[in-house]
């Protein structure tokens, strides 16, 4: 494992800046997630990370080492993408040994470490199944192995839980997060999803038109939000955005409030409302809300809390546990 540095980079195709100036420490073992919409930079800092993008300007360092101009082969770096990448005809087994062969690492040695890492993956049973044979779990596990085997210094993932569905991407990312800990290894991983952030990062990187919003421990991001842009993004169901004028702020521009910190009752509280789409989730009740003069509130509540769509209620924000966010973004500190 070693720590990766950047150091001021940018990026542009043309005249397109992508990247306007970044500089990121991802720590040594460390599980860092780059998050952020469709578009932010995320994926090309990451192919910047692994050498298949030249940055315009500025280093890239792993282990101490500059390899800003070095090949992909020679950065200690090993790539999970988001389509497998396999090879149809060639066994699991053969698929994850491929680049030890096109290595010339011993045979002995290959074994070694295709056991090694089946037994990691839970692949032992399937080594001489064809990838066509394999769930997309399956199928996913055998790319890492295929960069397990290589132990690299650095492991990278490129949205690689996308392709899959609900159930798979909820057991991947409990695998995921068990390789890290068995592996002691540090992994940076791209997703747009914020869940797969919270859940996986020891470190988020919350990422936006090519800049860093801000850089902290799943939790800090949630409980503390240094930008309006983080405090919508973290979360699900979302923060609560609405006018500073609101909470009797007019000082603020916007007042952030989550939806497990809003009070609701049916016969008084701040903000009238009316209850337009009611999800019942079991442990919890989701209620989109419509405010009176306000817009839209989400609120969670407990789920034997029954309401039903068109009922009124009054929503009341916990004082304590307002985000405020001033004309140009950022957190503004709430009086003591």
Not at 19 to 43: A, M, N, Q, R, W
């Amino acid at each position: 494992m070693a720590e990766v540095r950047l150091n001021n980079l940018t990026k542009k195709f043309g005249a397109v800046t992508v990247i306007p100036d970044i500089s990121l420490t991802v720590p040594e073992g460390s599980f860092t997630v780059l998050v952020g919409p469709s578009g932010c930079g995320k994926s090309t800092l990451l192919r910047i990370i692994s050498g298949l993008e030249m940055p315009s300007s500025g280093e890239v360092l792993i282990g101490g080492e500059d390899v800003t101009l070095s090949e992909p082969s020679v950065r200690g770096i090993s790539m999970v993408f988001q389509s497998y990448a396999l090879y149809p005809h060639m066994t699991v087994a053969q698929n994850i040994d491929f680049g030890l062969r096109l290595a010339r690492t011993p045979a002995a040695e290959r074994e070694a470490r295709v056991a090694e890492a089946a037994r990691i993956l839970a692949l032992e049973d399937y080594l001489d199944r064809k990838p066509g044979q394999l769930s997309g779990g399956q199928r996913q596990r055998v790319a890492i192995g295929r960069s397990i085997v290589r132990q690299p210094k650095v492991f990278l993932f490129d949205e690689p839980l996308s392709n899959l569905d609900a159930a798979l991407r909820t057991q991947m990312r409990v695998e995921l997060a068990q390789l890290h800990q068995s592996l002691d290894a540090t992994m940076i991983y791209v997703t747009h999803d914020q869940v797969e952030a919270m859940t996986l990062a020891d470190q988020i990187v919350v990422m936006n038109k090519g800049r860093i919003e801000q850089v902290g421990a799943p939790m800090e991001l949630y409980d503390r939000p240094a930008t309006e842009f983080v405090a919508g993004f973290i979360g699900s169901p979302k923060m609560n955005l609405i006018p500073g004028a609101a909470i009797g702020r007019n000082d603020v521009k916007t007042a952030g409030v989550r939806p497990e910190h809003i009070l609701a009752d049916v016969a008084q509280g701040d903000w009238p409302a009316t209850a337009k789409v009611v999800e019942t989730l079991g442990a919890d009740t989701v209620v989109y809300a419509d405010a009176d003069g306000i817009g839209e509130i989400t609120v969670r509540l407990p789920g034997n809390m029954r309401l039903k769509a068109g009922e009124r209620l009054f929503l009341t924000p916990e004082p304590d546990s307002l985000h405020l966010f001033g004309e140009d973004g950022n957190r503004m500190d709430k009086p003591q």
